[in-house]
C-alpha cells in the first residue's frame, strides 16, 4: 500500500503533471487562429464547428512541432522537467577544433520528422485533459466534506451526481478525490515519460549517427594516445640516457658533454610539439597543424641514439621515396617504438636497424642484445607499447612479430604492404 502512494509523495510527479499543464496554457494562444475558419462558417452546425477548431488547432501545433527549436526547447524542458535523459539533437554543431568537428546530421525520415508534432499533440492533449479533471477532483475535495461551504454540496457531471451524505462518508468522498487528483497527476507523469524517449529521444538513423561518432572519437583518441606514448616514451628514455652520460663525462669530456645536452634540448623540444598538438586535441582546441616525423627523419632519430651514447648498426636498402603519408609516418613511429624498447630494455651491444623496401612491402627490424637471462616470458615492458603497435600494424594490413632471437637477443620484426588491399 505504501509503496503504491509513495510516487504520490515525491515533488517530481507533480513537476512533470504541471509541465503537461504549461504545454496546454502555451497553446491557447493559437486557438483564436483555430477558430477563425469555424467562424467563417457561421452556418454549420455547432458541433462541426468545434470540430474544425479542433482539427485547425491541432494543425497549428503540429506545424510548430516541425521546427527544429521547438524540438530543441522540448528536450531540454523534458530533461527539467520530467527527469528523462534525452540526448541533444545531432543538428547541433561542436566548436571548431573538437572530435566531432564536421559531423552532419542523418537523413531525417518522414516518420521520424512526424515524432516531435506528434509529442507536441500529446504534450497538449494530456495537459488539457489532466487539468481539466484535476481541477475538478480538487474543488471536489475541497467542497464535498458536509456543511463546508454552507449547504449541502455534490458533483454532478453529464447527468451523473454525487451527493454523500453528512458525516464521514462526505470527507471519505472528498479524500477519495483528493487522491484521485493526485493519481491523475502521477499517470499525467508517467505517460509524458514513457512518451519522451520514444518521441523526443534518438531515432534509428540517429543512434547509428551517435554510435559511428562515438567510434570515431575512440579512434581518435587511441591513434593520439599512441602517438604520445611513442614520441614522449621515445624522447624520455633518451633523455634520461643522455643526462647520465653528461653527467659522467663532465669533467673529464666537456665537448661531449655539451653534446648530449644539445641532443636532450632538440629531442624534448620536438617531443613538445608532439605533446602540445595531443594536448590540444584533447581540449578540443584548434590545435594547428599534425607534427609529423616520417622515415626522412629516421637519419635524426638515429643521431640521437648516437648521442645518447648506444651504438646503432643500420642496415638501409631500397628506394624510399615510394614510401608516403601513412605508412611512411607509421613506419617511423614502430622504428622509434623498437628503439625506445631497445634502449630501456637492452643490456649493451650494437643495435642493428633494417629497414628494406621493394614494389611490394616494406620491412622493418630492430635487433638488440638482452642477455642470456631474458625469455618471452621475462622481458619486461610496459604493456602499452608492444599492444599499440601490433595494432597499428594490423591496422595497414601488415605482420608483426616481436619476441627473443636466440639466446641473448630480441628482434622486432615488421612487414607491411605498400600497395594496401582494397
Same mark, same amino acid.
Given at each position: 500500500?505504501?509503496?503504491?502512494?509513495?510516487?504520490?509523495?515525491?515533488?517530481?510527479?507533480?513537476?512533470?503533471?504541471?509541465f503537461?499543464?504549461?504545454?496546454?496554457?502555451?497553446?491557447?494562444?493559437?486557438?483564436?487562429?483555430?477558430?477563425?475558419?469555424?467562424?467563417?462558417?457561421?452556418?454549420?452546425?455547432?458541433?462541426?464547428?468545434?470540430?474544425?477548431?479542433?482539427?485547425?488547432w491541432?494543425?497549428?501545433?503540429?506545424?510548430i512541432?516541425?521546427?527544429?527549436?521547438?524540438?530543441?526547447? /522540448?528536450?531540454?524542458c523534458?530533461?527539467?522537467?520530467?527527469?528523462?535523459?534525452?540526448?541533444?539533437?545531432l543538428?547541433e554543431?561542436?566548436?571548431?577544433?573538437?572530435?566531432?568537428?564536421?559531423?552532419?546530421?542523418?537523413?531525417?525520415?518522414?516518420?521520424?520528422?512526424?515524432?516531435?508534432?506528434?509529442?507536441?499533440?500529446?504534450?497538449?492533449? /494530456?495537459?488539457?485533459?489532466?487539468?481539466?479533471?484535476?481541477?475538478?477532483?480538487?474543488?471536489?475535495?475541497?467542497? *464535498?466534506?458536509?456543511g463546508?461551504?454552507?449547504?449541502?454540496?455534490?458533483?454532478?457531471?453529464?447527468?451523473?451526481?454525487?451527493?454523500?451524505?453528512?458525516?464521514?462518508?462526505?470527507?471519505?468522498?472528498?479524500l477519495?478525490?483528493?487522491?484521485?487528483?493526485?493519481?491523475?497527476?502521477?499517470?499525467?507523469?508517467?505517460?509524458?515519460?514513457?512518451?519522451?524517449?520514444?518521441?523526443?529521444?534518438?531515432?534509428?538513423?540517429?543512434?547509428?549517427?551517435?554510435?559511428?561518432?562515438?567510434?570515431?572519437?575512440?579512434?581518435?583518441r587511441?591513434?593520439?594516445?599512441?602517438?604520445?606514448?611513442?614520441?614522449?616514451?621515445?624522447? *624520455?628514455?633518451?633523455?634520461?640516457?643522455?643526462?647520465?652520460?653528461?653527467?659522467?663525462?663532465?669533467?673529464?669530456?666537456?665537448?661531449?658533454?655539451?653534446?648530449?645536452?644539445?641532443?636532450?634540448e632538440?629531442?624534448?623540444?620536438?617531443?613538445?610539439e608532439d605533446?602540445?598538438?595531443?594536448?590540444?586535441?584533447?581540449?578540443?582546441?584548434?590545435?594547428?597543424?599534425a607534427?609529423?616525423?616520417?622515415?626522412?627523419?629516421?637519419?635524426?632519430?638515429?643521431d640521437?641514439?648516437?648521442?645518447?651514447?648506444?651504438?646503432v648498426?643500420?642496415? /638501409?636498402?631500397?628506394?624510399?621515396?615510394?614510401?608516403?603519408?601513412?605508412?611512411?609516418r607509421?613506419?617511423?613511429?614502430?622504428?622509434?617504438?623498437? *628503439?625506445?624498447?631497445?634502449?630501456?630494455h637492452?643490456?649493451?651491444?650494437?643495435?642493428?636497424?633494417?629497414?628494406?623496401?621493394?614494389?611490394?612491402? *616494406?620491412?622493418?627490424?630492430?635487433?638488440?642484445r638482452?642477455?642470456?637471462?631474458?625469455?618471452?616470458?621475462?622481458?619486461p615492458?610496459?604493456?602499452?607499447?608492444?599492444?599499440g603497435?601490433?595494432?597499428?600494424?594490423?591496422?595497414?594490413?601488415?605482420?608483426?612479430?616481436a619476441?627473443?632471437?636466440?639466446?641473448?637477443?630480441?628482434?622486432?620484426?615488421?612487414?607491411?604492404?605498400?600497395?594496401?588491399?582494397?
Open positions: 500500500m505504501f509503496r503504491g502512494i509513495r510516487p504520490l509523495l515525491r515533488g517530481s510527479t507533480y513537476s512533470g503533471a504541471l503537461a499543464y504549461c504545454g496546454a496554457l502555451a497553446s491557447l494562444p493559437l486557438l483564436p487562429f483555430a477558430a477563425l475558419p469555424a467562424l467563417a462558417w457561421s452556418s454549420a452546425p455547432v458541433g462541426v464547428q468545434y470540430a474544425v477548431t479542433a482539427l485547425v491541432s494543425v497549428l501545433i503540429g506545424v512541432g516541425l521546427a527544429r527549436t521547438t524540438r530543441r526547447v /522540448l528536450i531540454a523534458a530533461r527539467r522537467m520530467l527527469g528523462v535523459p534525452l540526448p541533444d539533437p543538428g554543431r561542436p566548436r571548431a577544433g573538437s572530435f566531432g568537428a564536421g559531423r552532419t546530421s542523418p537523413p531525417v525520415s518522414g516518420a521520424d520528422r512526424w515524432r516531435t508534432p506528434l509529442w507536441l499533440l500529446a504534450h497538449v492533449a /494530456l495537459g488539457w485533459a489532466g487539468a481539466q479533471l484535476g481541477v475538478l477532483l480538487f474543488i471536489a475535495g475541497l467542497l *464535498l466534506p458536509g463546508w461551504a454552507g449547504a449541502e454540496a455534490g458533483v454532478s457531471v453529464n447527468g451523473w451526481s454525487l451527493r454523500p451524505e453528512s458525516g464521514w462518508p462526505s470527507w471519505a468522498a472528498a477519495g478525490c483528493l487522491l484521485l487528483a493526485a493519481a491523475l497527476c502521477g499517470g499525467v507523469t508517467y505517460a509524458l515519460r514513457w512518451l519522451a524517449p520514444r518521441l523526443l529521444g534518438p531515432s534509428s538513423a540517429e543512434r547509428l549517427a551517435l554510435a559511428e561518432e562515438r567510434e570515431r572519437t575512440a579512434a581518435e587511441n591513434r593520439l594516445a599512441h602517438e604520445l606514448h611513442d614520441s614522449i616514451g621515445h624522447t *624520455l628514455t633518451a633523455a634520461t640516457i643522455q643526462a647520465a652520460v653528461a653527467g659522467e663525462v663532465l669533467d673529464a669530456d666537456p665537448v661531449a658533454a655539451r653534446a648530449a645536452l644539445r641532443s636532450i632538440e629531442s624534448t623540444r620536438a617531443a613538445l605533446l602540445d598538438y595531443v594536448l590540444g586535441m584533447l581540449r578540443e582546441e584548434h590545435a594547428g597543424t607534427p609529423t616525423r616520417t622515415l626522412a627523419d629516421l637519419p635524426e632519430l638515429l640521437r641514439l648516437r648521442h645518447a651514447g648506444a651504438e648498426e643500420p642496415h /638501409l636498402s631500397g628506394d624510399f621515396t615510394h614510401v608516403q603519408g601513412t605508412l611512411s607509421a613506419a617511423y613511429r614502430i622504428l622509434q617504438e623498437g *628503439l625506445t624498447n631497445a634502449l630501456r637492452g643490456t649493451g651491444g650494437p643495435i642493428h636497424i633494417t629497414v628494406a623496401t621493394t614494389q611490394d612491402a *616494406l620491412e622493418l627490424s630492430v635487433v638488440n638482452t642477455g642470456p637471462e631474458m625469455t618471452s616470458g621475462a622481458f615492458t610496459s604493456g602499452h607499447g608492444l599492444p603497435l601490433a595494432e597499428r600494424v594490423r591496422l595497414l594490413h601488415g605482420a608483426f612479430e619476441g627473443p632471437d636466440g639466446p641473448e637477443h630480441w628482434r622486432l620484426a615488421v612487414r607491411l604492404p605498400v600497395r594496401l588491399p582494397a
